[in-house]
Every structure is written in C-alpha cells, then in structure tokens.
C-alpha cells in the first residue's frame, strides 16, 4: 500500500470521508491532523504551512531501541461511542486530553469491542476468548447472581502475576458478584469499584438498589461524585513506590447512564428516590439526559483521565508505562456515532467499532494512525507477551499478539474477527464484513467503501457471503450454546 493509499484509507475512517478520487484532488491541498481530520491549507502552501511533525501517518513499527518490561495502564471508558472523542471527529464534544493521549502514540481507526455489550466484552478482554467459551460470558449482559469469571479460568492479571506483576483493578469489575465471583479471585491483588453493571453515581446503589462500592470484598462508604473517587484511586496507585511492573486496569463507569454529572445532586436524589420505592428501572434513566449533559460527561471523563496522566508522569514511571484507552462498546442514546451504523447492543459497526489509543514512549513513536482491524481478545495476547506471559495451553486465545507488528513492523497474518450476541452475528475479513441482524437476513459489506453498512453486496458477490457465512458457523460450532430462556 502506498503512503497516499493509507492516508487515503485512514480518512475515509476516521469520521472524515474522503474518496480516493477526492483525495487525489486534494493531496497538496490538505493535511490529515493528527486529530484525524481533513484540515484545509492554501494548495501554493502545501508542504509549508502544515509541518509534517503535527500531521498522522500511518503507522510503522520504530525498530531497535530496547526497553524493559512495561507497566500497564489499560483505561476503559463505558459506552463511549467511537466518534464521541474529537480526535475521532466529534464536532461537539471536546477532549483535549484523550487527543493528546492519540497525538503521543498511535490511534486505532479499526478497533473493535469483543462484544456488543458491557460484561461480555469484559470476560473477551481478561481471557482473551470468545465471550461464548465460558458460561458467565453467555450473559449479555450479567444481570444477577448465577454466573461469573470462573475464579478457575486463566486471566490476563493472574497470568502477569505469574510472571511477578503487580495487579489492580480500580472500577467496574461487571464479571460477577460476591460471594463467588470477584477480582480477587482472578487475579488482581487489589480492587476497588463497583461488582454490578450501573450504579448511581453518588449513592452508589445499583440496579437493584443494592449498596455497591468495595475495597476489595468489603463494602467501602464514600458518597461522593464516583468518577472523582476513581481518579483519585487510580492517581494514588500509579504514583506509588513500586518495586515491580505492574497492571492496572482502570474501568470507568462514564459515560454509562444514569445520566448525571458532577454537581447534578438533585437529580441524584430523584433516582435515589425512585430506586428505594422499588423502581428497578431507575437507573435506567429513560425520561433525563441530553446530548448537552452527555457532553458534560464524557469531557468529565477526559479530565479525569488527564488527571490520572499527569500523575503517572509525575512518578517518573510514563516512558516505561503501556497506557491504552478504549470503550467497552459502542454508544447509547445520546453517543455521537457517525457515520457508523447501529449502537451498543447491536453487531454492526456502531455497537462494535470503539475509539481505541496506545501510548508506549519507549517503544512506540506518536501523532501514527492505524486502520489494522483488531478486537478486544488481540491486546490480551498482545500484553500478555509484552509483560512475558504465556498463555495457559489449556485454555487457548482466541486473539493473536501485535507485539510483531507494533514493535518490528511484522504484518500479521489476515484472520477473522467473529462476535456472536442472541439474535445477531457478524464477521470481519480484511474489509469484508458478513452480517446477519435479528431480520435474520444474511447481508455482506464492504467496510472500506460502505463503513456505514447501508449497500448490501450479498447478491453481487455470493461465493463471498456463503465463504464467510460458513466461517463465522465454523466458529459457533465451537462455542457454549445460549441457555433457553424459560
């Protein structure tokens, strides 16, 4: 591919679509910044009034330099949409830190959730499976006590412990509840946050009204702003004295609703109120939120981030640090998708593709865009490597290390990428996309001209769809049935 190819390719999905017959006019005349977006120059000043160390390129590998095993600072935010980070293309939403975050390593156009759903994508990102291997996985997402992350099951935390990591997790764990399950159990020395899927962000009471804060197992008393509590815990950790590397995966709870902000107290203690008269749907939230406190939300979160950055660079520990940012899935009601299609819950681009950034200064080098497809199991194997891990030979990965490519320029070798969710499936070839929604209509598409999922090619190219159709059936067979529902 040649170097107009790629960036040609890389607008066309970083939220700035441009044909290639555009971008050939163009060339000359514009510059990709390294938020990813088209930025117009005068064509007399091409090459001259954009400096070529603020534009994207795509990425390539920096080769020899040598470091020693990172820290790990895996950052997820909650159903955060792709485009919800301006240097994804919001217009509106402004995120000065997460962007600076982009600029400084590599920014990932084609990265994708292992699921479509909070808890599934969880269980993909600490096995490094398919969601659909394990029984709590089948869950979409856990909703009660009966499943949970086996504490049996090889993890990414307990297999870098193996290798003398320090482990921590700081948020959302959503993998399960106490008595059986918790990050204790698979593989974190340390956890403070929340077990279930939602809570309210000051009480701290979930879905179904149960108190849900703890320092590892035991119930922790703070009511303040939840995402302040968090930034604070993960600040305090990174700057410690360690005397070893270390993982800390830091699951934020924004911008999942209920819909409230730092300072929102009343509308705090209206779904409180609703929560304790029995309303079990309370935290859903449907009758508040708006783009504008969405907004609010999701600018909270790059703060906070930009806090918890700050901190690790004042520990001294940020060239040896490995910090990634991602979403667990695609956005909700008042996320900024475009132009993908669908939304969180759903297997089509929009529920699926998340913003994805990689930060190493001691390997990787900055202001690189990447369109290479990849998914949540991927960074397992890929951390698992870079810490020195092995993988447990009895419990296989479904992901693939991209250690090769991302610190030598190996280019890894084209395979699938599957989801599977009740009443929907998807998989991912090169650019080709085979899909079938709960109209249980086979479609295919073509990612690199239609990344919106609106012209579907199954009937001009059926070898095609039957090739990937049998593929993504060759998986299932392979993977736990769905429990029937009663």
């Keep these: 591919m040649t170097s107009r190819d790629a960036h040609a390719r890389a607008d066309r999905r970083s939220g700035t679509p441009l044909s290639r017959r555009a971008f050939t006019t163009a060339v000359g005349a514009t510059a990709v910044t390294a938020a990813g977006i088209q930025a ?9 009034a954009v400096d070529d160390a603020t534009r994207e390129r795509p990425f390539r590998a920096a080769r020899g330099r040598h470091a020693r095993r990172p820290n790990i600072l895996f950052i997820l935010g909650d159903d955060l949409g792709w485009a919800d980070l301006s240097s994804y293309g919001s217009p509106h939403i402004r995120t000065p830190h997460l962007d600076r975050l982009a600029r400084q390593g590599v920014r990932f156009t084609d990265a994708y959730a292992g699921s479509a759903t909070c808890s599934p994508t969880r269980f993909s990102l600490y096995t490094g499976r398919y969601p659909g291997r394990t029984k709590g996985g089948l869950a979409e997402p856990i909703a009660d006590r009966s499943v949970g992350l086996e504490p049996t099951h090889p993890t990414l935390a307990s297999l870098l412990r193996g290798v003398g990591y320090a482990t921590a997790l700081i948020g959302k764990w959503h993998c399960g509840y ?67 590397p270390w993982l800390l995966n830091l699951n934020f709870t924004t911008p999942h609703w209920p819909w409230i902000a730092d300072g929102d107290t009343e ?99 900055g202001r690189q865009v990447s369109d290479l497809p990849v998914f949540s199991p991927d960074w397992t194997a890929t951390l698992l490597e870079l810490g020195g891990a092995r993988p447990d030979p009895a419990h296989p990965l479904d992901g ?66 039957a090739e990937l159709r049998a593929s993504w059936e060759r998986t299932d067979s392979g993977l736990l049935p769905y429990p029937t529902r009663s």
């Design 40 to 48: 117009a120059v005068p064509a007399s000043a091409a090459g001259t």
């Design 400 to 465: 693939i290390s991209l250690a090769g490519y991302l610190l030598r320029g190996e280019t890894p070798k084209e395979r699938d990428l599957f989801w599977r969710v009740r009443g929907e499936r998807a998989l991912r070839r090169g650019d080709w996309k085979y899909y079938r929604g709960r109209s249980g209509t086979d479609q295919l598409f073509n990612l690199a001209d239609d990344q919106r999922e609106q012209a579907d090619r199954a009937k001009a190219d059926p070898e095609r769809l």
């Design 267 to 365: 509308a705090s203690a209206e779904i409180v109120r609703r929560i304790k008269a029995g309303d079990r749907s309370a935290l859903w939230h449907a009758d508040g939120g708006s783009i504008e406190k969405y907004t609010e939300m999701v600018e909270d979160l790059d703060r906070s981030v930009g806090e918890v950055l700050k901190a690790l660079k004042r520990s001294g520990q940020e060239k040896d640090t490995l910090v990634f940012f991602a979403s667990d899935n695609g956005g909700e009601r008042f996320s900024y998708n475009w132009p993908l299609a669908g939304s969180k819950g759903s297997l089509q681009e929009g529920g699926i593709r998340v913003p994805s950034v990689l930060r190493w200064p001691a390997r990787i080098e």
């Design 178 to 244: 106490l008595p059986d399950y918790s990050p204790t159990r698979s593989g974190y020395d340390e956890f403070f946050g929340n077990f279930g899927g939602a809570l309210e962000y000051y009480s701290k009471l979930g879905l179904g009204g149960e108190y849900d804060l703890y320092e590892g197992d035991a119930a922790y008393k703070d009511l303040r702003y939840y995402t302040r509590i968090l930034t604070e815990r993960a600040s305090e950790y990174v700057q410690r004295d360690h005397d070893r």
